[in-house]
């Protein structure tokens, strides 16, 4: 095959110093997916460190590509919180489309979990309440985020909740005819849409709730599904089966607002100020010298 009929890369391969433009430095590849890398960069521009996500070289024509990272530059634009990672500008066209982002220090809470099991009460009690707050403002606001899991979630003082590709207004989620978000992280009713429901600020709360089962119990609240089942509940335990139980050492407060979250009826799920408001004085109960570093609401 000729060069100039050759199929594009599917990765840029930016190594330490590569220019990804004339602003932006590639340092190191953080990861990525299928139509997009993230690479922390040092940007000219604002002369500090930031991350640039780009769109993959063979999906630079794709249409769908350019349509989500378009999605993702109207929610940084329209979204606006200090738990939310922060859109700094874009370029949606030419050679390399991406999105310019601040950089958050801190481990995921996926890493975490991997590399120590469970958190402690205190991190995952402060976790719980500062992603809660996001959520709170996200249905103020009218939108969904629709991808909360550990892996982007950034642990930190506060937390910080990464990844807006697929968020978007609540009624756009309502109409939703297929899956968006992650296998063990959605919620029913975003497994099979409309089928199993309409995607809405609820999903966000489930979660939350999946996510921080993971965080109190070191594993994912359901088994592991089969990816390539034509069978929904042998794909998504979540639709038929019920969450596994929390250990016994997990304070009750705590368990019993987590299997609220993950209740399967989206109307019974508490709100996420509701989740706040229950762990907050769990949180102010535990001892003063276990909360160093953190703020006590």
Same mark, same amino acid.
């Given at each position: 095959?000729? &060069? ?8 840029? !391969? ?14 190191r590849l953080l990861g990525g997916g299928s139509a997009y890398e993230a690479y922390l960069? =040092?940007?000219?521009?604002? =002369?500090?460190?930031?991350? +640039? ?6 999906? +630079? ?11 993702? $530059?109207?929610?940084?634009? /329209?979204?606006?919180?200090?738990? $939310?990672? !922060? ?11 991406? #999105?310019? @982002?601040? %950089? ?21 009690? &402060?976790?719980? *309440? ?15 985020? @629709?991808? *909360? ?12 909740? *990464? ?10 989620? %309502? ?20 089928? /199993? ?12 709730? %999946?996510?921080? =089962?993971?965080?109190? &119990?070191?594993?994912?609240? =359901? ?15 979540? #639709? ?5 139980r929390l250990p016994r050492d997990v304070d009750p407060r705590v368990a019993d607002t987590?299997?609220?979250? @993950? ?12 989740? %706040?408001?229950? @762990? ?9 010298? !276990? ?7």
């Amino acid at each position: 095959m000729s &060069a100039a009929t050759q199929e594009p890369d599917d990765r840029w !391969r930016f190594r330490d110093g590569d220019a990804i433009t004339d602003e932006l430095t590639a340092t190191r590849l953080l990861g990525g997916g299928s139509a997009y890398e993230a690479y922390l960069a =040092f940007d000219e521009i604002t =002369f500090s460190p930031v991350v +640039v996500k780009v769109v993959r070289p063979d999906q +630079v024509d794709s249409r769908s590509a350019l349509r989500g990272l378009r999605r993702e $530059v109207e929610a940084l634009a /329209t979204i606006n919180h200090p738990v $939310v990672v !922060r859109g700094l500008r874009h370029a949606l066209e030419g050679p390399r489309p991406h #999105v310019v @982002l601040e %950089a958050v220090d801190g481990p995921r809470l996926s890493s975490l979990v991997r590399r120590y099991g469970p958190l402690e009460d205190y991190q995952y009690l &402060a976790l719980a *309440i500062d992603v809660a707050s996001s959520l709170h403002y996200l249905r103020g606001l009218g939108w969904v985020h @629709l991808d *909360i899991k550990p892996s982007n979630i950034i642990m930190g003082s506060p937390a910080r909740l *990464i990844d807006l590709s697929v968020a978007r207004p609540v009624a756009d989620a %309502a109409a939703l005819d297929h899956v968006i978000g992650t296998d063990a992280y959605m919620a029913p009713e975003q497994c099979d849409p409309p089928s /199993t429901g309409s995607p809405g600020p609820a999903s966000d709360v489930w979660g939350l709730g %999946a996510t921080l =089962f993971h965080a109190v &119990a070191g594993h994912r609240p =359901f088994a592991d599904g089969d990816p390539d089942a034509r069978d929904l509940g042998a794909r998504f335990p979540q #639709v038929e089966a019920a969450p596994a139980r929390l250990p016994r050492d997990v304070d009750p407060r705590v368990a019993d607002t987590i299997h609220a979250m @993950l209740d399967a009826d989206p109307s019974s799920r508490p709100e996420p100020r509701e989740v %706040a408001e229950a @762990l907050e004085p769990v949180l102010a109960a535990l001892p003063r010298q !276990r909360l160093a570093g953190f703020k006590v609401r």
